[in-house]
């Protein structure tokens, strides 16, 4: 039973603003979950396809399922705009869909894995292959900054870029971020 606060407060979105009238959100991130939300209506339109026997969840509760690899989980949500808790709007007919590999672990599990690849990625990084590759790099970094033709060619491939035209005269060699190289020429 929700408190005469709570229902005064729910009364008081307008059916005009009921969702209807907004647009849908979709969530994708790309090998982990999706997300979609909107009305009954529009899910439903968009094919998503909330099992029969499924009660829609009144309130803050939720219905979970499965369906091969996908759990999936049925929970109202709040639109873009509305503000205060969900319990405040028990009634309001905005949904969200949520589908997760289960083959893949939960939130925590993906922070473990996560955090082993920055490990792997650091160990790598401190192997003597990894030494050998940031050297190997670096030397190259330091060559082609003191490659003069590559300077200018990358410099008015810049300027292009910026909508600029390259500068032709001995000026377009300063750097302002090295002490001396006002009209300097990199050969």
Same mark, same amino acid.
């Given at each position: 039973?929700?408190? #005469?606060? !709570?229902?005064?407060?729910?009364?008081?979105?307008?059916? !005009?603003?009921?969702?209807?009238?907004?647009?849908?959100?979709? @969530?994708?991130?790309?090998?982990?979950?999706?997300?979609?939300?909107?009305?009954?209506?529009?899910?439903?339109?968009?094919? @998503?396809?909330? $099992?029969?026997?499924? @009660? =829609?969840?009144?309130g803050t509760g939720a219905y979970r399922w499965r369906s091969? &690899?996908?759990? *999936?989980?049925?929970?109202?949500?709040?639109?873009?705009?509305?503000?205060? $808790? #969900? #319990?405040?709007?028990?009634?309001?007919? =905005? =949904?969200?869909?949520?589908?997760?590999?289960?083959?893949?672990?939960?939130?925590?599990?993906?922070?473990?894995?996560?955090?082993?690849?920055?490990?792997?990625?650091?160990?790598?990084?401190?192997? $003597?292959?990894?030494? &050998?590759?940031?050297? !190997? *790099?670096?030397?190259?970094?330091?060559?082609?900054?003191?490659?003069?033709? *590559?300077?200018?060619?990358?410099? &008015?491939?810049?300027? &292009?870029?910026?909508?600029?035209?390259?500068? !032709?005269?001995?000026?377009?060699?300063?750097?302002?971020? #090295? $002490?001396?190289?006002?009209?300097?020429?990199?050969?």
């Open positions: 039973m929700l408190d #005469r606060h !709570t229902q005064a407060r729910a009364a008081a979105v307008p059916p !005009t603003e009921q969702p209807a009238e907004r647009e849908q959100k979709v @969530i994708i991130e790309p090998c982990w979950c999706w997300e979609i939300t909107g009305s009954r209506a529009q899910l439903e339109a968009d094919g @998503i396809k909330v $099992p029969a026997d499924a @009660i =829609w969840p009144e091969g &690899r996908c759990k *999936f989980e049925l929970s109202r949500a709040l639109p873009n705009g509305l503000k205060g $808790p #969900r #319990r405040n709007h028990p009634d309001l007919d =905005w =949904w969200c869909v949520s589908c997760r590999d289960a083959a893949l672990p939960g939130p925590a599990g993906r922070a473990i894995l996560l955090k082993q690849r920055e490990i792997e990625a650091e160990m790598r990084r401190q192997s $003597p292959n990894g030494q &050998r590759e940031a050297a !190997t *790099f670096w030397y190259g970094l330091s060559k082609a900054s003191q490659d003069g033709a *590559f300077q200018a060619f990358k410099s &008015r491939l810049l300027q &292009r870029k910026r909508g600029r035209e390259p500068k !032709t005269d001995a000026s377009s060699t300063t750097n302002p971020h #090295r $002490p001396g190289t006002e009209g300097a020429h990199h050969a």
